[in-house]
């Protein structure tokens, strides 16, 4: 559907909807859809292309375009009356499909080859009207164009029919009429005109291809009418625009210094907080509440404690005295006296139940063991000579931790 | 209640009975076979004896951190029983004795060390002095 593009037949509507968000400049590239074509959105003006292509153009809003565009021309004439049109106006190319907006065109080598198109499509729909350079023509086609530029019925451009134009039904929206105005015909019956016809057109399968030839002062106006109210656009969407960034910028200051007060309020509220709990403790002032948090050493801790020497020990208070003791308590006290604690011992050790001591009675038992025969020796142990004769015919040998004076008689 | 007193009691028995059989002078009668003396004067096993060429004296050593000798006599005529002559200290960390031996003349008496250089010495041994004193080599003893 990009191909499909109007050029000066596109809708202008577009570029002045205030709800229009695209951004475009005078180098972009306005490629406009047929009416009807929703997927497309209708009319539709790209956005951060290399340069203008053409400008989709309503039929109730190139109505007053062309009305403007014969006043400045009049007013022109008015204040220029002896000077040529070619000084005041630039020819512009029809091999330039941008000539309406281009903001930078080639025009000295577009104009060596006027056959040079910059897309075929504009070469399909271009060249052969170009050719057609017939005065009588060029007047049909702009008069049919001035007439019947947008009834997307009518007949396509080539051949282009006064009849077939004439009976196309009108289709300007109550605009004021063209038929009574002198200039207008003035401007179309000049023959400079027909030797340098601009098309405009679009033959879509849609809508057949309708055609609105302009000479090129003509065109030249009409682009300067375009461009100046482009650009008023455009300044005011700057205007907008910068508008909005100073907005934005101070939006963006308030914020920041919204966000600094609110950090501050938080480091502040939570001072404010300690500062009124210590007074609300005991008028103490944060410094106090400081050197009050400050650890203590354990020296210092131990010397803030004092004792008594006179009290008594917890360990050593009776709660009952010797004699309202009964049995359990008696039994008690009788355990916790028997406790025995050793080194080796975590735990307490009792004395057994029914245990007497000993007493008096610590002494070994009466009796004596006598070593009355050794049977064997150690000779693994003394492994020197170990078995010897005594003169007296005796046998002395070790066994253990003993020596044995054995007589074999 | 020891063997003194049991004896005492035996014989004060025998005496309270005239029928009995006195017992024989030990001086006297002969010796009886397969009887056995002991000298328990050791408090770990006895690793070297020696006797003496010619007296009724025994050597023996035994096994100890600080190793000593002890000499006693152990002449069957006397009535004491085994008579205790000497001791000699062979020093620190000495460990034991290895080997024990008397002179040809009886008059020294020579001693190995179980220590790591088998230190040898001799002895005045009636005395109890160490006249002289080596260090062998660390070769295992068995003599």
Known sequence: MKDSYYIITGDLVDLADPEESIEYGPGDWLVGYPEGDEQAGGHYVGNRLKRVEGVVVSEGVLQPLLDEMVDREE?????????DDEESIDPTDPADSGMFISTAPDSASLQSSPDNFSSPHAEQVLKPILNDTTEENAATALEAAYRGHASRKASPPKKSNPKSINSSPQSNNGNKPFSGNKSKRALVASPAVAA???????????????????????????????????RKEFGEREEALKA??????????????LGNEMKGKGSKGKTDQAAAAGIEDGGASPEDITKLSRRKSVQERFNSYSFD???????????????????????????????VRYAE?????YEPTGYEPLGDRNTAPSGELTLEHVHGYSGKVAKSTNCLYLYSGEVVFPASAAVVIMNTR | MNIKSLLESVESAESAN?????????????????????FLEHDDDVTAVAVHPTLDIVASGQLCRKAFVLLYD???????GISFINELNLGNNTRGVKCLDFSPDGAQ???????????????????????????ANNAEVFR
């Open chain 1, 75 to 83: 007013e022109e004439e008015k204040e220029d009356v002896g000077d």
């Open chain 1, 196 to 230: 340098q016809l601009e098309v405009v057109s679009l033959p879509t399968a849609a809508s057949p291809a309708t055609k609105l030839t302009l000479s090129a002062p003509q065109l030249a106006s009409l682009a300067q009418v375009i461009d100046g109210r482009l």
């Open chain 1, 244 to 257: 909005m960034q100073e907005m934005m910028g101070k939006m963006r200051m308030q914020l920041t210094v």
């Open chain 1, 309 to 339: 020497p006179q009290l008594p020990r917890v360990a050593q208070i009776t709660k009952k005295a010797p004699g309202e003791l009964n049995e359990i308590d008696v039994h008690r006290i009788a355990a916790a006296n028997s406790v």
């Open chain 1, 345 to 349: 011992s975590r735990s307490a050790v």
């Open chain 2, 18 to 38: 005239p029928n009995s059989p006195s017992l024989p002078n030990p001086s006297l009668t002969p010796p009886r076979t397969n009887t056995q003396r002991f």
């Open chain 2, 74 to 80: 152990v002449t069957s005529t006397n009535d004491e």
């Open chain 2, 109 to 135: 008496l020579l001693s190995v060390a179980a220590d790591p250089y088998h230190t040898v010495t001799i002895w005045d041994w009636k005395r109890g002095i160490k006249l002289v004193s080596a260090r």
